[in-house]
């Protein structure tokens, strides 16, 4: 992750050039007069020639400008046509100047005067806009990558960043775990990393194969029959809120999915090696409530599983018990998360029997189709849980789109074989999915995310870089602070 320094000021001279990026709201002659006197007029210049405005988005980049710079990036920061900024536009201006500052390791981050408060944020921005993922590049890796940047901002805003650094490091993780290829990430080795943040103060406990099967994981063991590598359930616990009951966050991760015996075409096949997107987002959850000492007590559940075809591979057909006593007829090996989820859903509101419970899943391929790649799709049976967060991804710019549920829907997975049948038609497919899963918490407020669509993604937008964006992360981050807030 990118190292972030507070300073309360920076001198810039002749003698000790530096690489600065310097986020403004506009380009008046004020806000960039004293930028302008060190370049000699060049700076007014070229925001002349290129109509650099201060939107977010623009970039203005000069290079060595004058003896005190190697290079000047200017970076807007305000909503288009105006010149009001918001959290959100400030961490875009920090993810671009990152993005923009190519060739240097260390860099400077300064703001625009009035825009000194929202630092934090710029350097949040800056650190997902600088993440990269160059694990297994031997060729063409880049000599120089930014590593290191220096934020001028007071006191105040360096004690923000203490708290909200916490954000962009759970963030990176998240990536890091979906990003990494199947054969290093198997349900044990995603394990064995989970066991690792016990060094912030998680309590982590794993489940294997054996006691899996002692609980009655039928649904989830059923899944990881075909594979030569064997499952783990990992519970994560964060206690900060002393007695009070404790909202639990369950995660898929399936850490690759062939689809099983109803084997998926081989064209994109090699992106199901983030079919654990909501396990590696709980994962950087609950990585960051330790890392900041949430005021709350978070339980993380994530179902760990490979999902292959082999000679022991569960077949259409087959019938499963379910960890909470329902049975499922398995109609498509391919729809095995909501299998996975069943029985991580159910244990979780028995064990811990928690005030609210979300999960978070890359589902559904008809999600994607239903709402693209800009919103995730969710569902619940809690409209108070729905607002709120709703409320915290509008916030974060992580955006849900509530997505309808009913009788009508519920009784489409209904089967004379078993209690339920793991898919209905294609109509409606994500809904009936998450009617599926609705089945396994009982009266728990819950709220399924299906982030199929946005856990993963193809080109590099705002903040999120091409591949694994960590998304849910800041998202549920928000929603809990929003809960502490309110006492």
Same mark, same amino acid.
């Given at each position: 992750m990118l190292d972030v320094s507070f300073v309360p000021s920076l001198a810039l001279d002749d003698a000790t050039p530096r690489a600065v990026a310097f986020l403004c709201a506009s380009a008046s002659p004020e806000d960039l007069k004293s930028l302008d006197a060190l370049c000699g007029g060049a700076v007014l210049r070229a925001v002349a020639q290129k109509e650099f405005c201060g939107d977010v988005g623009q970039v203005l980049s000069l290079v060595a400008p004058s003896p005190a710079f190697t290079q000047l990036v200017l970076v807007g920061a =305000?909503?288009?046509g105006a010149s009001k900024v918001a959290p959100t536009g400030m961490e875009q201006a920090g993810a671009a100047a990152a993005r923009a500052l190519e060739g240097v390791e260390d860099a400077v981050l300064m703001l625009a005067p009035g825009l000194e408060k929202f630092a934090p944020e710029a350097a949040l921005g800056a650190v997902l806009g600088a993440y990269s993922f160059t694990a297994y590049r031997t060729k063409n890796v880049p000599k120089k990558v930014l590593t290191r940047v220096d934020v001028?901002?007071?006191?105040?805003?360096?004690? @923000?960043?203490? &708290? $909200?650094?916490?954000?962009?490091?759970?963030?990176?993780?998240? @990536? &890091? $775990?979906?990003?990494e290829p199947a054969n290093v990430l198997n349900p044990v080795t995603f394990a064995d990393r989970i066991v690792e943040l016990e060094e912030h103060g998680l309590k982590v406990e794993v489940l294997d194969e054996q006691a899996m099967a002692e609980l009655g994981?039928?649904?989830? $063991?059923?899944?990881?029959?075909?594979?030569?590598?064997?499952?783990?359930?990992?519970?994560?616990r964060h206690d900060g809120g002393g007695d009070e009951a404790p909202l639990a966050f369950v995660g898929k991760g399936v850490t690759f999915?062939?689809?099983?015996?109803?084997?998926?075409?081989? =064209?994109?096949?090699?992106?199901?090696?983030?079919?654990?997107?909501?396990?590696?987002?709980?994962?950087?959850?609950?990585?960051? $409530?330790?890392?900041?000492? *949430?005021?709350?007590?978070a339980i993380g559940v994530v179902g760990l599983v490979e999902n292959m075809v082999s000679g022991t591979a569960q077949r259409p057909g087959d019938v499963v018990m379910s960890h909470s006593g329902q049975t499922i007829e398995v109609l498509n090996t391919d729809a095995e998360g909501r299998l996975v989820l069943a029985d991580a859903l159910s244990y979780t509101k028995e064990r811990f029997d928690p005030r609210v419970i979300v999960n978070l899943a890359t589902l559904t391929g008809a999600i994607v189709v239903s709402l693209g790649t800009e919103h995730a799709g969710l569902f619940s049976n809690n409209d108070g849980l729905a607002s709120?967060?709703?409320? =915290?991804?509008?916030?974060?710019?992580?955006?849900?789109?509530?997505?309808?549920m009913g009788a009508a829907y519920d009784k489409q997975i209904d089967t004379d074989i078993a209690d339920m049948k793991n898919i209905g038609g294609r109509p409606g497919s994500a809904i009936l999915a998450a009617c599926f899963l609705q089945r396994f918490v009982g009266k728990t407020a819950w709220a399924h995310l299906d982030?199929?669509?946005?856990?993963?993604?193809?080109?590099?937008?705002?903040?999120?870089?091409?591949? *694994?964006?960590?998304f849910g992360v800041r998202l549920l981050d928000r929603y809990v602070r929003d809960i502490e807030a309110q006492g």
């Open positions: =305000a909503e288009k001028v901002a007071d006191d105040a805003a360096a004690a @923000r960043w203490a &708290d $909200l650094s916490a954000v962009g490091s759970g963030v990176s993780l998240a @990536r &890091d $775990l979906v990003n994981f039928g649904a989830l $063991l059923g899944v990881a029959q075909g594979s030569a590598t064997p499952p783990r359930l990992v519970i994560m999915d062939s689809g099983g015996i109803s084997i998926k075409p081989a =064209a994109g096949m090699d992106e199901m090696k983030a079919d654990m997107g909501g396990a590696a987002a709980v994962v950087g959850l609950l990585s960051t $409530l330790a890392q900041r000492k *949430a005021k709350v007590n709120a967060l709703s409320g =915290a991804g509008t916030s974060v710019d992580e955006k849900l789109w509530r997505m309808p982030i199929a669509g946005t856990a993963y993604k193809s080109k590099a937008e705002a903040v999120t870089p091409k591949g *694994a964006t960590g």
